[in-house]
């Protein structure tokens, strides 16, 4: 069972930037698609980005222009560049299949954003 961990969350002021990861214990080229997703407190777990194995990505409106998605399959491990981050970016961060695996589900990487 392929297993994901994501890491690079943290603390960042409004405006500020973080990259986070999503390292895979085994081959991701195979997976047609791959994406990042956010729960904040007392909300329902989001969808923010999606790259497919083509590399081809889709964002919401929300982040778009803002989050960069990318893949290196060779390393087996996924990213999330985050920029101009706002308080309302603050989340877990998860990655996952799409649609997601119930079983790969990590523990995720808090972000908080905030002054």
């Known amino acids: 069972q392929l297993q994901l961990v994501e890491s690079g969350g943290g603390l960042v002021q409004p405006g500020g930037s973080l990259r986070l990861s999503c390292a895979a214990s085994g081959p991701i080229f195979s997976i047609a698609a791959m994406g990042w997703y956010r729960q904040a407190p007392g909300k329902q777990r989001e969808l923010v980005a999606t790259?497919?194995?083509?590399?081809?990505?889709y964002y919401p409106d929300s982040v778009k222009g803002r989050f960069t998605i990318s893949r290196d399959n060779a390393k087996n491990t996924m990213y999330l560049q985050m920029s101009s981050l706002k308080p309302e970016d603050a989340a877990v961060y998860y990655c996952?299949?799409?649609?997601?695996?119930?079983?790969?589900w990590g523990q995720g990487t808090q972000v908080t954003v905030s002054s």
């Open positions: 790259i497919t194995s083509g590399g081809r990505t």
């Open positions: 996952n299949d799409i649609p997601p695996r119930l079983g790969r």
